[in-house]
């Protein structure tokens, strides 16, 4: 078994019906019962680049012991003209962020993976200064260990004040060496 880390994210990618559009990462968050995919929003949705996937596929592990083994799971983005997923926001309005509920019964029954939940979340942003080091898990450029399905991890630090929306957008910045397809992927402190 690997680090329970490397399995709080998982490999997303979108498509317009059958046609591949992206690749990214997102990882698993758990309230009470429920299970949430959660990544950026502009997985799921991004209108100034013109991405307007209808789906994604979740990449899972499917064997603790053999990590080689694994399966995607098909998820619908809408439904009925509306978005199944969550926008993310806070007391300024949208962010970068979003999640989608997952069903457990459409895992498949030995479905591998770890969660992060409420209590992972900081508590205070007294603790969250610029300079602070951070992990990034995720997928850039689709780099991973593609024979046990691993996300990579680096090394970043917070690089605007957290407690204040960047340019007043939703987000604050990290400086990593992240590139595409770590988008939605878990920035933690290093502890």
Known sequence: ??????????????????????????FFFERGPRLFFVT????????PN???PNRIEIELHTDA???????????WLYE???ST???GGDTGGEIDVAAIEIDRKLLPPTA?????????LQSSLREIEVGTALLIVGFP?????????????????????????????????TDARTHRGTSGAPAGLRR
């Not at 012991?65 to 998820?75: A, E, F, I, K």
């Not at 593609?146 to 910045?173: C, D, E, K, M, N």
């Open 141 to 173: 450029l689709g780099f991973h260990d593609t024979l046990h399905h691993l996300p990579v991890v680096r090394h970043a630090v917070i690089a605007s004040s957290f407690g204040i929306r960047f340019r007043g957008q939703g987000f604050f910045l």
């Open 40 to 47: 950026s929003r502009h997985v799921f949705f991004d209108a």
């Open 65 to 75: 012991v053999n990590l080689t083994r694994s399966s995607t799971l098909s998820v």
């Open 80 to 82: 009925d003209g509306k």
């Open 1 to 26: 078994m690997t680090e329970p880390l490397l399995l709080t994210t998982a490999r997303v990618t979108t498509f317009d019906g059958d046609r591949l559009l992206t690749g990214a990462s997102g």
């Open 112 to 120: 591998v993976f770890c969660c992060f939940a409420a209590s992972h």
């Open 50 to 52: 013109k991405h307007h």
């Open 85 to 87: 997923w969550r926008q």
